[in-house]
Structures are given as C-alpha cells and as structure tokens.
T-cell receptor
C-alpha cells in the first residue's frame, strides 16, 4: 500500500530534550516536506526537500532541523524543543516533474506536546 | 509574498444541498497550482481537487468542483449534494510552479446537518 508513515503518532516531552520525528514514504517520491498545524493558522511549511541531500527552508524553520540521506526518509529534528513547538506535525511527499507532481500525500500526523 | 485567505472560519449546509467555500490568494506569478484539501476528524489530509493556473477549464471531481477566477485570484470550492461524510475542515493551498513551496489558508470548518 502506498503510504507515508510517521513515528511517533503522539509524543509528550519536556523543554530542551532533543527529539526526532521520523517520516518514511514507499512511493519513490523525490519531494518531501514537513508542516505544522496550529488552530487558526492552518498548515505552515517548515522544511522541504527536492531530493537526497537537497533541503530548503519553508516559512517557519526556526527551531527545527531536517536531513535527507535516503530518498524514502525525511526526519524532523527538534534539538531543544520549547512549548511554542507544541503542535500537530505532518509529513508529506510527492513526485517532481511527472504527471501527478505537486499532489502531496500526507502522513497521519504527529501530535507533539512540549511542557 | 504569496498569501492564501479563507474568510469563512465555519459554514453549515443541509444534507443534499450545495455549499460553496471561498478562497482568495495573492501572487505575482503566472504559473501556479491551487488545491483543496479535506481534513476529517481523523486528521488525515486528503486531496479533494487541484487546478493548474494555465488551464482555463474549472476542475471537477464527482460532486466537487471549483470556480477558478484567475484575474480575481479567487478559487472557490463547490460541494453538490452534500453528505454527512463531507463534514470536515477544508484547506485551500497554493504552490508556485517549480518552487514546491506551499502556502495554506487557515481553513473552513464545514458542518453538514441531517
């Protein structure tokens, strides 16, 4: 089954404790992206990647890191989480330069709470 | 900078009736993509419909259709014969061709009344 998976689905952590949210897709998509969703603000793009070793900032990259060492994986790293990073996080992927490109497939979301 | 505005935080529609969700955007680009995504209570993001800016014909997917007015920078979603399963948050989104940066609106929560 074609899908984007995220782990963990729920996470409660404390301020300053480094964490990683994993994202993996099995569709051989070149493009992957991270978003955060907050009430009243919609989804905002954090980082995106057009291919392996190619990443770029979205609109709200502060406090986050990403890496793209393999095509299928795109982990989101919070080196020192703060309460304002409490949010619902989505990973997404899509093709590039082919029919169906720009149509993002989303993961199920990760609910992160930082206390 | 590009922006996407959804001015209706919440809307209601009677089952089997038609409802239109509004979306306006601002861009100086000529080649771009527009999308409507549905987010039911499960939180899963589901693509409803997409529109390429260079296409004049409005996109249609079964009961879902758009009214794309490029000059007015308007991209509304019409849902016909509304069903209880249509109840969800709907997000309008924009992406400039070639950049793969996405801008989402703040969403419209649709309630379907039985």
């Amino acid at each position: 089954e074609a899908q984007v998976t995220q782990n963990p689905r729920y996470l409660i952590t404390v301020t300053g404790k480094k964490l990683t949210v994993t994202c993996s897709q099995n569709m051989n998509h070149e493009y992957m992206s991270w978003y955060r969703q907050d009430p009243g603000l919609g989804l905002r793009q954090i980082y995106y990647s057009m291919n392996v070793e190619v990443t770029d900032k979205g609109d709200v990259p502060e406090g986050y890191k990403v890496s793209r060492k393999e095509k299928r994986n795109f982990p989101l790293i919070l080196e020192s989480p703060s309460p304002n990073q409490t949010s619902l996080y989505f990973c997404a992927s899509s093709l590039i330069g082919a029919p169906g490109s720009y149509e993002q497939y989303f993961g199920p979301g990760t609910r992160l709470t930082v206390t | 900078a590009q922006t996407v505005t959804q001015s209706q935080p919440e809307m209601s529609v009677q089952e089997a009736e038609t409802v239109t969700l509004s979306c306006t955007y601002d861009t100086s680009e000529s080649d771009y993509y527009l999308f409507w995504y549905k987010q039911p209570p499960s939180r899963q993001m589901i693509l409803v419909i997409r529109q390429e800016a260079y296409k004049q014909q409005n996109a249609t997917e079964n009961r879902f259709s758009v009214n794309f007015q490029k000059a007015a920078k308007s991209f509304s979603l019409k849902i016909s014969d509304s069903q209880l399963g249509d109840a969800a948050m709907y997000f309008c989104a924009y992406s400039t061709s070639g950049t793969y940066k996405y801008i989402f609106g703040t969403g419209t929560r649709l309630k379907v009344l039985a």
